[in-house]
């Protein structure tokens, strides 16, 4: 077994054990960390397969935008140490049975499927260009997409911060 086989399946582990830890922990500020470690190690398997600039915007708006607003916005609402409830049996079945079906659908197309494979890895992107095109103008500028982003994780957060403003009370 190769170096990079190796550390792949240590970074799939880990995504793994980390996706799973996320959605099955009952406290919010634990779930929120464990978001956080995976969306990490899927910025170190970008970084693996040589695509830098996929893995940096995954650090940069995913673990550095997303989970922090996350967190910032358990702390505003005094929701850290928050509790989940346990569902009911009788509520767990149908997600379940959702979840395996698409388990199932998703392991068929795998076995199904003929994947053309290459010897070479090529990288067909320059980061630098990637870079001009997203912040240009032009036809084929994402200027416009990247600043809708900056404005909705500015509304998060003006909602975050309305959402935990209190009242003060008034004396009479």
Known sequence: MSVSTFFFYVFAALILTFGILTVTTKQLFRSAIYLLFTLINI???YF????EFIAAVQ????VGGIVVLILFSLFLTQQAGTHLT???VRQLVFPLMISLAGFGFIWWLLLNTTFNTTKIATNEYQVRMVGKQMLSFGRD???LPFEAVSILLLAALIGCVAIAYKQPEKNI
């Open 43 to 45: 910025a170190a398997l």
């Open 48 to 51: 693996m397969l040589n695509y």
């Open 59 to 62: 650090v940069v708006v995913y």
């Open 86 to 88: 346990i569902l009911p």
């Open 141 to 143: 500028g994402y200027v």
